[in-house]
């Protein structure tokens, strides 16, 4: 078992950036593709930035440019550094951790991004 836990959400206003974090409780990036995601209400749940065991990366066509996703293994931490936010980056963005038929999420954090 996996536990996932969040932090770093808040009120922003347009074009500013926070950073997200999520402390995974114990060591699993050499065997977990890490992952942010996102949900709005009304609308799914959404890939934002995945990170694979190599420390590939891959990012959705709407935060390239202006997310980046990034781990520490010695604080078993991903983090979602986001820049130049929009009013539709809105939403609780939630970390991820898959691996084969595994998949563990964390409770998310809130984004606001509103002036």
């Known amino acids: 078992q996996v536990q996932l836990e969040e932090s770093g959400g808040g009120l922003v206003q347009p074009g500013g950036s926070l950073r997200l974090s999520c402390a995974a409780s114990?060591?699993?990036?050499?065997?977990?593709?890490m992952g942010w995601y996102r949900q709005s209400p009304g609308n799914q749940r959404e890939l934002v930035a995945t990170?694979?065991?190599?420390?590939?990366?891959n990012y959705a066509d709407s935060v390239k440019g202006r997310f980046t996703i990034s781990r520490d293994n010695a604080k078993n931490t991903v983090y979602l550094q986001m820049n130049s936010l929009k009013p539709e980056d809105t939403a609780t963005y939630y970390c991820n951790a898959k691996s084969w038929s595994l998949s563990y999420w964390g409770q998310g954090t809130p984004v606001t991004v509103s002036s």
């Open positions: 990170m694979t065991v190599s420390g590939s990366t």
């Open positions: 114990r060591s699993i990036f050499s065997r977990f593709v």
